[in-house]
């Protein structure tokens, strides 16, 4: 009975059966419970057992589940990239110039995360950890947010807004720096979105001017 085929949630999900859909339906009642955790106490504050009882599961099923806490969160944070990018994948962009989106796209993620500064302050501590399995989640997650970066900027280039000159991979990386930089003005001085899309589009303009003028 536990075997017999059933579709997976989503359109165009493969056929799982009853334990593998039970086993999955775990797994993100334990990456929702952990996320919200995360977010409110950090890192190092939120527990396993505490991720279990919020979920209403034991500390075996996270286990099961997941290698530890590292490796939990690091799904947290590659299924935040992941839902960012589909945000991203939103936005318009045809006939739009190149900075106009870049803004916007990055607007778009500090609306995603400014109600969860803490989880954002989790996250860059995180990634400054030496353990090897951290940083996965992100590294993994942020390649398909700087490739939404790319795409707009190496569609900038071909449209002759940009300079054929622009290091599209290297301004894409530049761009993200400045824009997490920019959460320390949030974190300790409280800036709002409307500080924050004022200053990340002076740091674009700083970024671009110069291959705009070659252009």
Same mark, same amino acid.
């Not at 979105?193 to 001017?209: E, F, G, T």
């Given at each position: 009975?536990?075997?017999?085929?059933?579709?997976?949630?989503?359109?165009?999900?493969?056929?799982?059966?009853?334990?593998?859909?039970?086993?999955?339906? /775990?797994?993100?009642? !334990? $990456?929702?419970? %952990?996320? #919200?955790?995360?977010? &409110? *106490?950090?890192?190092?504050?939120?527990? =396993?057992?505490?991720?279990?009882?919020?979920?209403?599961?034991?500390?075996?099923?996270?286990?099961?589940?997941?290698?530890?806490?590292?490796?939990?969160?690091?799904?947290?944070?590659?299924?935040?990239?992941?839902?960012?990018?589909?945000?991203?994948?939103?936005?318009?962009?045809?006939?739009?110039?190149?900075?106009? /989106?870049?803004?916007? !796209? $990055?607007?778009? %993620?500090? #609306?995603?995360?400014? &109600? *969860?500064?803490?989880?954002?302050?989790? =996250?860059?501590?995180?990634?400054?950890?030496?353990?090897?399995?951290?940083?996965?989640?992100?590294?993994?997650?942020?390649?398909?947010?700087?490739?939404?970066?790319?795409?707009?900027?190496?569609?900038?280039?071909?449209?002759?807004?940009?300079?054929?000159?622009?290091?599209?991979?290297?301004?894409?990386?530049?761009?993200?720096?400045?824009?997490?930089?920019?959460?320390?003005?949030?974190?300790?001085?409280?800036?709002?979105?409307?500080?924050?899309?004022?200053?990340?589009?002076?740091?674009?303009?700083?970024?671009?001017?110069?291959?705009?003028?070659?252009?």
């Amino acid at each position: 009975m536990n075997h017999q085929p059933i579709r997976a949630e989503g359109a165009g999900a493969p056929l799982l059966t009853r334990r593998q859909l039970a086993k999955q339906r /775990t797994r993100m009642k !334990l $990456l929702d419970a %952990a996320r #919200e955790l995360f977010a &409110d *106490r950090g890192y190092e504050a939120a527990t =396993v057992r505490d991720i279990a009882a919020a979920a209403n599961l034991s500390t075996g099923a996270v286990f099961a589940s997941f290698t530890d806490k590292a490796d939990l969160f690091n799904e947290v944070i590659l299924a935040d990239y992941q839902q960012l990018h589909s945000l991203m994948a939103e936005v318009p962009s045809n006939g739009r110039p190149a900075r106009e /989106t870049l803004l916007t !796209l $990055l607007t778009v %993620a500090y #609306e995603a995360h400014l &109600d *969860r500064l803490r989880l954002v302050q989790a =996250v860059l501590s995180f990634s400054w950890m030496r353990d090897v399995r951290v940083g996965r989640g992100g590294a993994e997650g942020l390649k398909l947010v700087l490739e939404d970066l790319q795409r707009v900027l190496q569609s900038g280039v071909e449209s002759g807004e940009l300079s054929p000159s622009l290091d599209v991979r290297l301004t894409s990386e530049m761009l993200w720096d400045c824009y997490v930089s920019n959460y320390k003005r949030a974190i300790f001085d409280g800036w709002d979105k409307s500080a924050l899309r004022a200053r990340l589009a002076d740091q674009i303009d700083v970024l671009l001017c110069v291959h705009r003028e070659a252009a």
